[in-house]
């Protein structure tokens, strides 16, 4: 006996293959929102990379200053007032403690406006007391979009 089943040659060949628009839009779509946010990342790493600098620059600067205050100690609150240009660094002249130290603001207040955004130093002296050596606080600050940044340290000066 023979099978008597209809065979459908029509709806065997109605088979879709490929994909549709809808599907096409919807990975459009996907990627779209994931090209977005490595977008979004990249403009982060590039702010913290520019923060990044501008601290190293602070950093170092903080760090030529607290070497200057300590080669010369004897300035005390000298270091607290404006700057100078006395040519104190030029062969052989001899300057004075205090004219050293304008000299040295002079120096500073030049590589912070060269290497920060509106940079300043200011540099506060604390005579310390009895047991206290006297001290130095020095602040870098300088501004970036949106926010105002500052470094700080203190350094005690012996030997004065």
Not at 93 to 122: K, R
Request: with cysteine; net charge neutral.
């Amino acid at each position: 006996m023979q099978s008597t089943k209809p065979t459908s040659t029509a709806a065997a060949k109605k088979t879709i293959s490929g994909f549709t628009l809808v599907e096409v839009l919807i990975a459009l779509v996907i990627l779209s929102v994931g090209m977005l946010g490595i977008a979004g990342l990249y403009v982060h790493s590039m702010k913290a990379g520019r923060t990044s600098v501008f601290r190293h620059h602070a950093v170092t600067l903080a760090g030529d200053v607290a070497d200057r205050i300590r080669a010369n100690p004897r300035a005390g609150a000298v270091y607290g007032l404006a700057g100078a240009n006395n040519n104190c660094v030029a062969g052989g002249v001899n300057c004075t403690a205090a004219q050293m130290a304008g000299h040295d603001i002079f120096l500073w207040d030049q590589q912070a406006t060269d290497t920060l955004p509106n940079g300043t130093v200011t540099v506060v002296f604390d005579n310390g007391g009895a047991p206290a050596p006297p001290t130095y606080e020095i602040t870098i600050a300088w501004t970036e979009p949106g926010e105002n940044m500052t470094y700080k340290i203190k350094i005690p000066v012996l030997g004065i």
